[in-house]
């Protein structure tokens, strides 16, 4: 048995760095293949607690493959319930928040939009409490969707630039696979205020010149 789970194991952190190759070459698809193919070979190996932090970590990727691309965002809440567990009984306070705001932007994309809320602050506050900076600029995204919610669009506007500037310093592009979330925001802020500025936003998001949209 103890064979099994070990062979398990390792072939959980193969598929799950061939995912990451495979997110390195912007093939979002593949990507997401390979990493849910990690969680379920990890899901039934989880009695051994060297598995639990490749788990939080799959399932996190899994969570933000699946919103970039649009696609079975139903299953996402159970896998990240199962990863909260887990990430408490770590004490894992870094992967807790993450999860917390990945939770918050899918209550949003529900149309929850009081759990999306309440849920984003409690996090984002929890982001603020831990002092990493590397957590801080990933939370710029989970910002702008805060303040979206709540109307308050200038504010939402500078944390979306401040979240795709965050993804050009890592080296993505902006017509690349992790930014649609990001645009999508942008453009709903230009159609409900039909002002130039959102629309000059989104160009600039994009690398574009020429007149606003």
Same mark, same amino acid.
């Given at each position: 048995?103890?064979?099994?789970?070990?062979?398990?194991?390792?072939?959980?952190?193969?598929?799950?760095?061939?995912?990451?190759?495979?997110l390195?070459?912007?093939?979002?698809?593949?990507?997401m293949?390979?990493?849910?193919?990690?969680?379920?070979?990890?899901?039934?190996?989880?009695?051994?607690?060297?598995?639990?932090?490749?788990?939080?970590?799959?399932?996190?990727?899994?969570?933000?493959i699946?919103?970039? !691309? #649009?696609? @079975?965002?139903?299953?996402?809440?159970?896998? =990240?319930?199962?990863?909260r567990?887990?990430? %408490?009984? +770590? /004490? *894992?306070?870094?992967?807790?928040?993450?999860?917390?705001?990945?939770l918050?932007?899918?209550?949003? !994309? #529900?149309? @929850?939009?009081?759990?999306?809320?309440?849920? =984003?602050?409690?996090?984002?506050?929890?982001? %603020?409490? +831990? /002092? *990493?900076?590397?957590?801080?600029?990933?939370?710029?995204?989970?910002?702008?969707?805060?303040?979206?919610?709540?109307?308050?669009?200038?504010?939402?506007?500078?944390?979306?630039?401040?979240?795709?500037?965050?993804?050009?310093?890592? /080296?993505?592009?902006?017509?690349?696979?992790?930014?649609?979330?990001?645009?999508?925001?942008?453009?709903?802020?230009?159609?409900?205020?039909?002002?130039?500025?959102?629309?000059?936003?989104?160009?600039?998001?994009?690398?574009?010149?020429?007149?606003?949209?």
């Open positions: 048995m103890k064979k099994k789970t070990d062979k398990e194991s390792k072939a959980a952190r193969a598929y799950f760095d061939l995912a990451e190759n495979a390195q070459k912007d093939k979002m698809e593949e990507a293949v390979l990493v849910e193919k990690t969680i379920q070979l990890l899901k039934p190996a989880l009695e051994n607690d060297k598995n639990h932090a490749l788990f939080v970590s799959a399932v996190l990727l899994l969570s933000q699946r919103y970039c !691309l #649009g696609k @079975k965002l139903g299953e996402i809440p159970d896998y =990240l319930g199962q990863a567990y887990i990430a %408490e009984k +770590l /004490g *894992d306070k870094r992967s807790l928040a993450i999860i917390g705001l990945h918050g932007r899918l209550y949003y !994309l #529900g149309a @929850k939009i009081s759990d999306a809320a309440s849920t =984003l602050s409690l996090w984002l506050e929890a982001v %603020e409490e +831990l /002092g *990493d900076k590397d957590i801080q600029l990933r939370a710029a995204e989970f910002h702008g969707i805060f303040y979206y919610i709540q109307g308050m669009h200038i504010e939402a506007a500078e944390y979306f630039d401040m979240a795709i500037q965050n993804e050009k310093k890592m /080296g993505k592009q902006p017509d690349q696979p992790a930014y649609p979330g990001i645009l999508q925001f942008f453009s709903n802020m230009h159609r409900s205020t039909q002002s130039r500025h959102w629309g000059v936003g989104i160009q600039l998001a994009m690398g574009q010149t020429g007149e606003a949209l």
